[in-house]
Each structure stands twice: as C-alpha cells, then as structure tokens.
C-alpha cells in the first residue's frame, strides 16, 4: 500500500481520478488523483508515479485574501471517457470544481494548474491560482446556512448552439468552434437544503496565453435555464449531503441525500421530484449509483445499504446475493 501525506491537515472532502489525453504523439496519457480538505489545500498526485506528490495549492478568498475552507469538490475529465472525445473541443477542458463554506463555487482548469506547477520543486505548495470560475450559489453573504455542502459535475450541457450570439457570422463561428466552446452541467446542494443546477460555459481565451475562461448560468435571479430547471423545490430539511446520477450518459434524473435522512430523485428538465425514500435510521452522508438498478447508500446504523430496484418485491424477502 502506499500512503500519500504531507499535505491535508484536516478532513479531505473529495478524492477523485482523472485521465489526462497526450498534449502531442510523443507524450503519454496521465493519470491524476486530485484531493480536497476543509482546510483549504488541494492537491495533484502522479498515479503513474506511484502517488507522487505533483502540487498543492492553498486555497484563498479573492476578496479577503484569507484562507476558506473547502467543504466538497468534484472533476469535469471528459477527455477520459471510454467513448472517445474531440480533440479539437475538449483536449485541456478538465476541471476541477470546488464547493466552500461560505458558498461560492470556484473552478480551475487541470492543464493551467499543471502548467503553474511545472517550474517549481516537485511537490511544493504553490500560492492559490486566479480562478477560472468563482461565483455564489448558495447563502447571501449572512454567514448561516450558506456553505455549498454537495457537488457534482453532470455532463453535457445545451448552452454551446444556444447561447450563440445571433449577430455571430459564419466566420466567428467557426472561430468559435476552434477555440473549443463547451458547455456542462453542475449540480449543488447547500447547507440549507437548497437544490441547484446549473450551466457552465467554458472557451480558450483569444488571447496569445490561450487560458480557458469559465463562466456560470444563470447570472442572475431572473434568468432562466434553456430545457432544464435551476432551482429544485423543496429540496432537503437540512443540508444536502451528496449528488449522484444513474448513468453518466444521462443526465434527465439524479439523486441527492441529506442529513435529513432522505433519498430524492429528481427530474432535470422540470424540476420536478420523482420521488424521496425516507425511513433511514440516520442523516444519509453519501449514496452512489451501480447502473440505472442499483442504488448504495449509508444512514442504517453504520450498515451499507444496497436498494436493488429491479428485484421483484417477494424475490427480495428471500434474500439474494449481488453478482459483481
């Protein structure tokens, strides 16, 4: 076993792999395990490398220049899909999405902060990064109830063919589609309870420096989401635990938890709730998906829960064993 130390000094929030495509022919695919903790730092290690320590960052308020702890944190690696990917569009558009307790989402592109790191020692903490994405998605600056305390990068978004200026000629579009426009989806949950969605648009910049630059819909309380639904009602009694999905190739339903004890599964487009499981013996920290039947999660006096729903309910009295 190897132990990768040195780092966090207080509880990680998310860990999370990633595959990284060859920049050119004579380059090889890398692999990345990126971590987060409450005390602010995250962190890239080389898989390839036996966990070594590539960099770390701390993470910094840009308004108060003070340290903010990171409560949750998920990757957008479509590069690393099993089905291929364009390489024109996405090659360099992995991501690094973090959620913090004072209830901004913040985003940084993997192949800049890789880039940052390149011309220091190997593994040394690297000041914070400005940014690719920073916005509020939960609280009101109050400092109650504000925290984002789930968060999961959802696939594909609608906005690319959408949002498209309609004075944009055919010349500007194709400049456009050089520049790898992409759109995806990300998912919040707040410490209220709150249920969000979102789009997330991200563009290499024109500039020589070629940077990705990210921004997030909707901007404003009065914009809506084209075909699919920002705000999810009523959400959780209490705060928003974890966000799943069934498949990564769907994204028209997911799941969240709380530490209410519940299970919801939503409907994307209409914001509509399909349906809650309630009846666990405590708060729910996590669930996850095994195909579109299978659903694991915790909340059952320390048990791990599998909730099989393509089983017959006179089959599952008699007990089963799982096939892995």
Known sequence: ???????????????????????????????????????????LWDLDRNG??????????????????LTCADVSNPTSLDDGYNTDIE????????GTSNG????????????????????????SPTPNLRFRAHGNDTGNWEAVTAIKCGG?????????????????????LRRGMSSSILLTGGEDGSVKQWEILSQKSSYPSGNIRMEHWPRLPTQR?????????????GPVSSIA???????????????????????????????????????????????RELLV??????YVCVHDFGIEEDAADNGYDLEW
């Open 156 to 176: 594909d978004g609608t906005i690319p063919t959408s949002a498209r200026p309609r004075s944009e000629d055919e010349s500007q579009a194709r400049e456009s």
């Open 52 to 69: 070594e320590l590539i960099c770390s960052f701390q993470c910094m308020d840009v308004i108060s220049d003070s340290s903010v702890s």
């Open 225 to 237: 989401m084209k075909r699919r639904s920002h705000i999810f009602r009523p959400g959780h009694e």
């Open 245 to 291: 999905q069934q498949s990564k190739y769907d994204s028209s339903k997911f799941l969240t938890c709380g530490q209410d004890g519940s299970v919801c599964v939503w409907n994307a487009s209409s914001g509509k709730e399909l349906y809650r499981m309630e009846g666990f013996s405590n708060s729910i920290s996590s669930l996850a998906c095994l195909g």
């Open 91 to 98: 090659n360099g558009n992995d991501f690094i999405i973090i």
């Open 297 to 302: 999660t915790d909340g059952m006096d320390g």
């Open 104 to 127: 901004y989402v913040i985003g940084y592109a993997v192949k800049e902060l890789l880039a940052s790191a390149a011309g220091s020692e190997p593994g040394a903490q690297l000041d």
């Open 1 to 43: 076993a190897t132990i990768l130390s040195g780092v966090h000094s207080n509880e990680i929030v998310s860990l999370e792999t990633m595959i990284l495509q060859p920049q050119n022919e004579y380059a090889n695919e890398q692999h990345i395990l990126f971590s987060a903790s409450r005390d602010g730092t995250f962190a």
